[in-house]
């Protein structure tokens, strides 16, 4: 949260667009911080919202069960990759997370391997707000200096950093940065229960893209070291790099893989933590022993389990991937060639375009001069990006390009 800023009060937003109290409308180009991935309003969201609300609205998913929980889980399962086979609801991506965490190091007690209870994860990364997750959080972003003595002490490695697939300057190559890891699980995995990343792109860090040989590889470390690999596609799920999942494009399967945002489009929290049937059969027993005890109030919230299969529906059937393709052209022709003294880089992959400044002080103004011209912008760090809904026409599209492209080119 920022105190000096100007605040922007919405009387209703459709499709892309967000309409002002003042009367005034903004096309949004980061569609709510990435999760209104099918636009506002949505009339088969809306629809399925109302028509479970008619039903019921919520029960504890202890004890009971219902048809929207048991129905997503089993969807989720089918579409995610290979091995995943078990869904955990919680309300948002930070809880999904920790329960990632709690569960992989409850994983290795449960089976009787002790000591490993701590994460590998990336610098740069991002993964929520509470506690947790914030341990795995890049260490200056997240701002460890704070919460010294709070905070539990993980193990940071370098990812690759540039030519996320073919684009940008390599800083530092996958080579180096799979001889890091291989270094921090040759020094610790003993005492590590997982490795943990953003798959391909690295969001709220700073969009960091990376290329898919180092997950495939990362995925191969992890197993010689006897370590889990949870991957956090909270922001990457649904389609943002342009397969549905970002771990596609590097073929493997996680032993454990979060989602939200996307999830249920903006209209309500809910995650899902997903895990292979290894991990999830170290939780069975007799009695609560080896039970997994994580209960947040909302889990599999009725509503929100009924939008999350409405969306996923929209996905499949409206052929969304071919729409993110579309927009990643139109991104590419728009930003990847652009030259400014302002820029160290223009980089996009999948929905996801990106300015990097050389540094915070060349974007400043942005927001407001893009609101001036009728576009949503938030730029943060040393970037300004766009990542919108995947609904948006390519006029609309065109329009947050230009808006950026004059920016650097005055
Ligand atoms: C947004 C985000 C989170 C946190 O999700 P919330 O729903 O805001 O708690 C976690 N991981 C990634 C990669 C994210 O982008």
Redesign the pocket.
């Known amino acids: 949260m920022q105190g000096l800023e100007i605040q922007f009060q919405i009387q209703s937003a459709e499709g892309v667009r967000l309409h002002l109290q003042n009367g005034e409308t903004l096309i949004d180009a980061i569609s709510s ?2 999760c209104v991935i099918h636009g506002y309003n949505h009339p088969r969201l809306n629809k399925a919202l109302l028509e479970q609300a008619n039903d019921f609205s919520h029960v504890m998913l202890g004890g009971l069960t219902h048809e929207p929980a048991r129905k997503l889980a089993e969807k989720l399962v089918a579409i995610s990759p290979a091995g995943l086979d078990h869904v955990f609801f919680a309300d ?4 999904g ?1 920790e329960v990632a965490m709690k569960m992989s190091v409850q994983y290795w007690k449960n089976i009787g391997v002790t000591g490993k209870h701590r994460f590998i994860s990336l610098l740069r990364g ?4 509470t506690t947790g ?1 914030m341990s795995i959080g890049d260490p200056e972003e997240g701002m460890h200096h704070l919460f010294q003595g709070y905070l539990p002490q993980q193990i940071f490695v370098r990812p690759p950093e540039g030519a996320g697939n073919g684009s940008g300057t390599i800083r530092h190559t996958v080579e180096e940065a799979l001889q890091e890891l291989r270094a921090a699980l040759e020094k610790h995995h003993h005492e590590v229960a997982a490795f943990v990343c ?1 798959p391909l792109l690295q ?2 860090g700073g969009f960091n893209f990376y290329p898919a040989s180092y997950l495939t590889q990362a995925r191969k470390l992890c197993t010689e070291f006897n370590v889990l690999m949870v991957l ?1 596609e ?3 799920g649904f389609g943002r790099t342009g397969t549905l999942f970002a771990c596609e494009q590097a073929h493997v399967s996680p032993d454990i893989m ?1 989602l ?2 996307g999830l249920t489009a903006g209209y309500l ?1 809910l ?1 899902a933590t997903l895990a292979s049937h290894k991990v999830f059969e170290a939780f069975l027993g007799e009695g609560y022993e080896k039970a997994f005890m994580h209960g947040p109030t909302f889990m599999g919230n009725a509503l929100a389990a009924s939008i999350a299969l409405a969306g996923i529906e929209i996905f499949q059937n409206e052929n969304y991937l071919a729409k993110i393709k579309r927009i990643e052209d139109v991104l590419h022709q728009e930003l990847s060639s652009l030259d400014s003294p302002m820029l160290r880089e223009a980089r996009v992959l999948g929905a996801c375009g990106v300015l990097e400044f050389n540094d915070a002080s060349q974007h400043k103004g942005l927001q407001t001069f893009a609101a001036e011209h009728g576009v949503w912008l938030r730029p943060f760090l040393n970037v300004a990006y766009t990542m919108p809904a995947y609904v948006m026409s390519e006029d609309d599209l065109r329009t947050i390009c230009g808006v950026m492209r004059e920016w650097t080119q005055q």
């Open positions: 911080w990435w948002s991506g930070s809880v997370m991002y993964h929520g707000d997750v953003e969001g709220a956090d909270v922001a990457t979060v939200a945002k929290g995650s």
